[in-house]
């Protein structure tokens, strides 16, 4: 079974540009989260998706946004890129919205803002 | 909100000795801990996770850690250190947001570096 796929792996952007991320979910898991990895820090939780619904939001600007399709892939999308935006986008899939069980990362999209 | 703390940057190694990664976290519950490793330029793996039950927890590659609640630490461990184990481990804890979300924090992670 495919794992947690994102695309693209490496992406170089210039302030102000906006960008869209993709994510798409191990086979039978309904629910998308997006953590943003800057260098030298752990990874940070920015949306969690379930049956196409945000059901919460980390503490990151309103140029965030994501959305979930039926076939519960996600994409993230940001505006007005700033410097800071520079990061690992990690995805991560579950079954469920709540789960004692791991999270399942994909291999993330690494954005350079210049 | 809950947190967890990884007091050391890098922690250095020789290959064959015992290796400790040190977390400690605060929660206000039953904490429900994970131990994620990643490797350069890759996504975050799972090592092994503590919900409750037993206070030694076994989880993947030969890895351990062990629960102490009155110390408020979770504490990764390994007997013999291999060089392939060279990565950059995060101790997590995960959060319920109002609402019913599910999010995870994740410490600030520790390089460990096993030297041959």
């Known amino acids: 079974d495919a794992g947690v796929t994102q695309s693209p792996t490496h992406l170089i952007k210039t302030r102000g540009q906006h960008v869209t991320l993709r994510c798409s979910p191990i086979?039978?898991?309904?629910?998308v989260s997006w953590y943003q990895q800057v260098l030298g820090q752990g990874p940070q939780f920015i949306f969690q998706y379930y049956e196409k619904e945000e059901r919460g939001r980390g503490n990151f600007p309103d140029r965030f946004s994501a959305r979930q399709f039926p076939n519960y892939s996600s994409e993230l999308n940001v505006n007005a890129l700033l410097l800071g935006d520079s990061a690992l986008y990690l995805c991560a899939s579950t079954p469920r919205v709540l789960t004692n069980e791991k999270l399942f990362f994909g291999s993330g999209t690494q954005l350079s803002v210049l | 909100a809950q947190s967890v703390a990884q007091p050391e940057d890098q922690v250095n190694v020789a290959e064959g000795n015992p290796l400790t990664v040190k977390c400690t976290y605060s929660?206000?519950?039953?904490?429900?801990l994970f131990w994620y490793v990643q490797y350069p330029n890759r996504g975050l793996q799972f090592l092994l996770k503590y919900i409750t039950g037993d206070n030694l927890v076994k989880g993947s590659y030969g890895f351990e850690a062990e629960f102490n609640k009155s110390q408020t630490s979770f504490h990764l461990k390994k007997p013999s250190a291999l060089v392939s184990d060279s990565a950059l481990y995060f101790c997590?804890?995960?959060?319920?947001?109002?609402?019913?979300?599910?999010?995870?924090?994740f410490g600030t992670g520790t390089k460990l570096q096993v030297i041959p």
């Open positions: 086979s039978g898991h309904k629910s």
């Open positions: 929660v206000s519950g039953n904490p429900y």
């Open positions: 997590a804890v995960r959060d319920i947001g109002s609402g019913g979300y599910q999010k995870v924090t």
